[in-house]
Nanobody, 121 residues
Framework: QVQLVESGGGLVQPGGSLRLSCAAS????????MGWYRQAPGKERELVAI???????NYADSVKDRFTISRDNARNTVYVQMNSLKPEDTAVYYC???????????????WGQGTQVTVSS
């Protein structure tokens, strides 16, 4: 079983910055992709950014040039540095990881519990 624990959310003023972290633990053989998604009230969950094991990344157009995703493969941890935050970035941010479990090499697709990010003056 794989667990994800997120941290770093909170309240920030427009134009400010936050850094979210997500650490994966459990019987992990490998993690192919880790990413961040968000869900605002009344809206569907959407992709923010993902990073693959080779370091390649994809970003939502709405966060390009403002957010930077990175990962520490040795620690099974993914980060997202969020700069120039806007009120429309307000949402619950969820971490996701996809990979293989070490015991039987079955795939896993796990979500974190979510962390609230509020951008408001």
């Amino acid at each position: 079983q794989v667990q994800l624990v997120e941290s770093g959310g909170g309240l920030v003023q427009p134009g400010g910055s936050l850094r979210l972290s997500c650490a994966a633990s459990g019987s992990i053989f490998s993690i192919n992709v880790m990413g961040w998604y968000r869900q605002a009230p009344g809206k569907e969950r959407e992709l923010v950014a993902i990073i693959f094991s080779d370091g390649s990344t994809n970003y939502a157009d709405s966060v390009k040039d403002r957010f930077t995703i990175s990962r520490d493969n040795a620690r099974n941890t993914v980060y997202v540095q969020m700069n120039s935050l806007k009120p429309e970035d307000t949402a619950v941010y969820y971490c996701n990881a996809k990979g293989y479990i070490s015991v039987n090499l079955r795939r896993f697709d796990t979500w974190g519990q979510g962390t609230q990010v509020t951008v408001s003056s």
